[in-house]
């Protein structure tokens, strides 16, 4: 959750560490704070957001310093809970993400031996654990503290008393590694480094980075030294900034045509009507094999997971059972015979999705991954999987993130229904419509003003209700998680179906309602549904297919789409949507990019 950076060198280590911080802003933006190490340790914290603190700064010269973005847990908003923390020297720093669970317990023993507090954070007693155990030689201290540590971190330690070594751990909490011509860094997330190196090494849980200048050697708790190996980042720099747009978030909406070309790239084999998954054919006997598959992921990723059900039942013919992560991990189901499962995420670094599949695996299930983040890990820890290529998510809101894991999820369905009795010419039918999908996304984009128009119409209203059926029903979802998490207007995401049996009961004039009705199987059924909203004055706003009069004489405004293959609708018919939540919160006045109370990256329990 935290943004975490750490950086010694022969630059002076502040800029660095700032502009590190805004390109991990996303992860948490409750308060900030670095730590320089020069002739001595100076740090500067601030509640807020990171221009708070570079208000702040003054001068700190120095070649070593650590900065975070902190995403609260255990303490209010405040500059005493911001980070780095120090021991009662203020000659340790700490940077941490994570939850130190027996932190209580640490707590009132190191006070009994005289340690003084000074904030309500679970992160303190890492530096003063440090503290109790340093001689000199920080590797060793930090070593000695995390044995006693119970819990989850990605932490980064610095002493003032050596300028040349800064010491990261991690536990559940992810970090990468990067020496490059511009020094040691160490950071939670890639896009912080990518401006220094695109070669990376992500360490794993109870790993140790000694990082300098110019080296960095790797160990387990143990001091038992482990080789690791480099990956390369797939994406550069400029995919990691705005390019000319107000938000990251317009960015990814309006880019999606091009993500998604580039998560089909490759896959399409149209003369066969077959998907090339490269990435996950070494496991192709038991995909094809596979009697039922499970789909485990959080958020916006698990309503992905739903349209995946709806594809791969219906062009694969294999039952799917899509599962919370958050609610799998304590359910203790027990694996069926033929059962695969496949893990759903963005960041890769997910927790629950992360604990989910920890437990399959030590089940013995056979896990497959769906992950942006090349070298997250969930990419690493799944026995196969497939890289979405969608570029780095940097809004907190999710976007192109799921239109590329539902056309990855068609992919999938392709690949499993050709190996599972999907004629020929279903196949070549189906992988063509897919092979049209990046070229309607930029159409739906065309009518970006129009939305706007209509999102400035409703801006004001306290509640939303959002409505699809079978293919548009994980969209109505997604539709009102998009709505909820950035303009805060309070939004429920329905199956049209469920309406008489309780929602209805909401329906009035100022409770307006967004059907997600594009030409479907079901289109009859969404209209029954429309009317009867109507007959309760509701104010609505569908979303048709081109050329649908009958719903523009129905609702109050409406915004069309082209026509495109049912099973692949959800994949565009969410653009408009994502599009209205983001004009609404602009109207509103609201920081679209960086909403209250979240963070891009959920690492913690
Ligand atoms: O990185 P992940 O895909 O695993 O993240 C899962 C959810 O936290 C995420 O999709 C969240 O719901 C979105 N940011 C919402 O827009």
Request: glycine fraction near 8%; charged fraction near 25%; include cysteine.
């Amino acid at each position: 959750m935290c943004g975490i950076i750490g950086y010694v060198g022969e630059k002076e280590a502040c800029p660095l560490l700032l502009s590190a911080l805004k390109r991990m802003e996303y992860r948490g933006y409750d308060s900030s704070g670095v730590v320089v190490v020069g002739d001595k340790a100076r740090c500067v914290k601030s509640v807020g957001k990171l221009d708070n603190l570079k208000e702040k700064l003054e001068d700190l010269p120095g070649g070593l310093g650590l900065g975070h973005n902190r995403w609260a847990t255990h303490g209010v908003v405040s500059e005493e809970n911001a980070h780095p923390h120090t021991d009662c020297k203020g000659d340790i720093f700490v940077v941490h993400n994570g939850i130190i669970e027996n932190y209580k317990e640490l707590k009132s023993k190191l006070q009994e031996e005289g340690h003084v507090f000074v904030s309500e954070t679970d992160t303190e007693v890492l530096s003063h654990l440090i503290e109790k155990f340093f001689e000199g030689d920080l590797e060793s201290a930090v070593k000695k503290a995390l044995k006693l540590v119970k819990g989850a971190y990605g932490v980064v330690a610095a002493t003032g008393s050596d300028p040349y070594k800064i010491v990261a751990a991690r536990m559940f909490s992810p970090l990468v590694v990067s020496v490059n011509s511009s020094g040691g860094f160490v950071a939670s997330d890639p896009t912080a480094l990518i401006s220094h190196s695109r070669e990376m090494v992500f360490l794993e849980d109870e790993e140790v980075a000694v990082i300098s200048k110019d080296d960095f050697y790797i160990t387990d708790l143990d001091n038992v030294a482990v080789e690791k190996e480099k990956t390369e980042i797939d994406w550069s720099i400029e995919d990691a900034q705005k390019g000319g747009y107000d938000h990251f978030m317009l960015k990814e909406i309006c880019q999606q045509g091009e993500s998604l070309e580039n998560s089909i790239r490759g896959r399409l084999d149209l003369e066969e009507g077959r998907a090339v998954l490269g990435g996950v054919e070494d496991k192709k006997e038991e995909i094809i094999r596979a009697k039922k598959v499970s789909i485990i992921a959080c958020g916006t990723s698990y309503y992905a997971g739903m349209v995946g059900e709806c594809m791969i039942e219906e062009m694969a013919g294999v039952p799917v059972e899509v599962h919370l992560a958050s609610e799998f991990k304590y359910k203790k189901q027990p694996l069926e015979e033929g059962e695969i499962f496949i893990f759903i995420s963005q960041s890769g670094e997910t927790a629950y999705t992360l604990a989910s599949l920890r437990e399959v695996k030590e089940k013995g299930g056979l896990t497959l991954g769906i992950v942006n983040v090349v070298g997250s890990s969930v990419a690493r820890e799944t026995h196969a999987g497939i890289y979405n290529h969608a570029g780095p998510e940097i809004g907190v809101a999710s976007t192109k993130a799921f239109t590329s894991q539902s056309i990855i999820l068609a992919l999938f369905a392709l690949y499993m229904g050709r190996n599972k009795g999907m004629s020929f010419e279903e196949g070549v039918n189906f992988a063509k419509e897919i092979k049209r999908i990046p070229r309607i996304a930029d159409e739906i984009l065309e009518s970006k003003e129009e939305i706007s128009e209509i999102a400035k119409k409703y801006k004001d209203y306290s509640n939303f209700l959002y409505l699809g059926r079978k293919y548009s029903y994980p969209v109505a979802l997604e539709g009102a998680l998009k709505l909820k998490e950035i303009s805060y207007i309070h939004a429920e995401g329905y199956s049209a179906g469920e309406m008489k049996h309780g929602p209805i009961a909401l329906i009035e004039e100022s409770f307006p309602t967004f059907a997600v009705c594009p030409q479907s199987s079901v289109y009859g059924k969404m209209l029954s549904n429309i009317e009867e909203i109507k007959a309760r004055r509701g104010k609505m706003v569908a979303l048709g297919t081109r050329g649908d009069d009958e719903i523009a004489e129905m609702v109050d405004d409406v915004i069309y789409m082209p026509e495109v293959l049912e099973q692949l609708s959800s994949i565009v018919s969410v653009i408009p949507l994502q599009i209205f939540s983001y004009y609404v919160a602009l109207y509103k006045g609201l920081d679209v990019d960086k909403p209250r109370n979240l963070s891009k990256c959920v690492s913690v329990e």
